[in-house]
């Protein structure tokens, strides 16, 4: 149960941590419970049991008319505010920065009707130690981000979805229930599998040519990391949230999008400054399987076995260029327009 402050209080609260605000401040005159989740799988799908759990807490809170604390700019948020909306729920939502116009209109379709962001006025606090934290908190310089220590420190309960032993959010917990605010466990999930694939995907091929030369640049799809390219975040939250188990959005499905759509969208999220690029490689479909190998930091294999092959003289025409690879120093003497063609070697 909650153990609720009244809403005068929550505020000189939210005055006293030296917090800025804006939106409906009525959010604070009811029970506040934080959303608390460590960390999600990169390519989550509709159904999953973390997705379920996140879903069914958010209503359970709108039902009792609670106002769900929660962060920003993590999908398992997001989705706990594309379920508030439609539930009619409210929402107070901890910023690590005031909200510019980007961010407003990036999250104008998905913050439900009644919601208040706060965020700190101080920009040099990045970090705040939490009292009571657990032991591999406090080893870590007993700091964790700020945005997480506000969400023990405005709640008066919380949802544990799934909290990582010693991590950030299981501290956040320790120093709520600390304060007497209580922990409920009846949507946690034990764990979730970041899995690897088993094997390494096949590579069909009819016949090995010889000597044969191959005309072809090809752009290998794969399975995107959040939303597609040109998905909004409500757009993507809403599918997570309310898609059906069976809408998975593999490499395939990405060569099917890109067929529909006439057009390969650019991505830029491993690209320098973010510009997005399309990539393709000269290599023939009868190499690609030396190329494959899992790539640990991304939890995915190198290439996927759908694509698309151009032809050379045509892409080239288009502005296609080769990559040139060299070292960091010299990366950093381009020009923004080389350094888009440009790879660490």
Request: include cysteine.
């Amino acid at each position: 149960a909650c153990m609720y402050v009244k809403g005068m209080d929550a505020a000189a609260t939210v005055k006293s941590l030296g917090l800025a605000c804006a939106g409906e401040r009525a959010v604070l005159e009811q029970p506040r419970r934080a959303l608390l989740i460590s960390r999600t799988p990169k390519r989550p799908e509709p159904g999953t049991p973390w997705v379920r759990a996140v879903a069914e807490a958010t209503r359970a809170s709108a039902a009792a008319g609670e106002t769900l604390v929660l962060g920003a700019g993590r999908t398992p948020f997001d989705a706990a505010l594309a379920v508030l909306k439609r539930a009619g729920g409210a929402a107070l939502v901890v910023l690590e920065a005031a909200p510019d116009a980007a961010w407003r209109a990036e999250y104008a379709a998905l913050l439900p009707e009644q919601h208040l962001l706060v965020w700190p006025e101080r920009k040099d606090v990045e970090k705040q130690s939490v009292e009571n934290g657990s032991r591999q908190s406090r080893d870590r310089e007993g700091a964790v981000p700020a945005r997480d220590v506000l969400l023990g420190k405005l709640a008066d309960c919380a949802w544990a979805i799934y909290m990582r032993k010693g991590g950030n959010t299981a501290a956040v917990a320790e120093a709520l229930a600390a304060k007497g605010g209580g922990v409920d466990f009846r949507f946690a999930i034990s764990d979730f599998r970041l899995e690897r694939p088993d094997t390494q995907p096949i590579v069909l091929c009819a016949a090995t040519p010889v000597n044969q030369s191959w005309n072809f640049l090809t752009h290998y799809t794969r399975e995107p990391d959040g939303g597609w390219p040109d998905e909004t975040r409500a757009a993507y939250a809403e599918w997570l949230a309310f898609g059906k188990p069976e809408e998975q959005r593999d490499a395939c499905a990405a060569l099917r999008r890109i067929l529909s759509m006439q057009r390969i969208l650019g991505s830029g999220r491993l690209m320098p400054a973010r510009e997005p690029m399309v990539s393709f490689t000269a290599c023939p479909p009868w190499e690609l399987g030396e190329l494959m190998r899992w790539r640990r930091g991304l939890a995915r294999w190198t290439f996927r076995t759908y694509g698309l092959a151009v032809r050379r003289e045509a892409l080239q025409a288009l502005g296609a260029r080769a990559v040139r690879y060299a070292a960091e120093a010299e990366l950093k003497e381009l020009s923004r327009e080389e350094r888009r063609f440009a790879q660490k070697h």
